[in-house]
């Protein structure tokens, strides 16, 4: 099971690291066109949600596997499955229902890892 939790660990943290470093990184008009959800925040709360994501996928993985603070690993994923509980509710009002079963799928694996890592199987 650690195995899997591990798996799982790793493709949400390349996941949410490459979306946390677009969101970020770049300004919201580049990528409006592939995400319309943008054109409901500003520019700043673009970046923030970037930033939550890309602090997320680095908590998920660094105090796991350094063994610091492993205590941030279980906390990272529960704040990324808060931060896809929200966004299924963005996409909810905008009616974009594909988003929010990709949101909910999301949100199903982090909270997975969040049991695993609170529960029986944290470090």
Not at 50 to 57: K, M, N, R, V
């Amino acid at each position: 099971m650690n195995v899997v939790l591990w798996i799982v660990q790793v493709v949400l943290a390349v996941m949410f690291g490459m979306a946390g470093v677009m969101k970020s990184t770049q300004p919201k008009d580049k990528f409006a066109a592939k995400l319309p959800w943008v054109e409901d925040f500003s520019a700043g709360t673009v970046r923030f949600i970037g930033i939550a994501e890309l602090a997320g996928a680095l908590g998920l993985i660094l105090p796991a596997l350094t063994g610091i603070a492993p205590v941030l690993t279980p906390l990272a994923a529960t704040g990324l499955a808060v931060v896809m509980v929200l966004a299924a509710l963005t996409h909810v009002r905008r009616k974009e229902p594909s988003a929010i079963a990709f949101n909910a799928v999301l949100f199903l694996l982090a909270a997975f890892v969040a049991w695993g890592r609170f529960g029986p199987y944290g470090f």
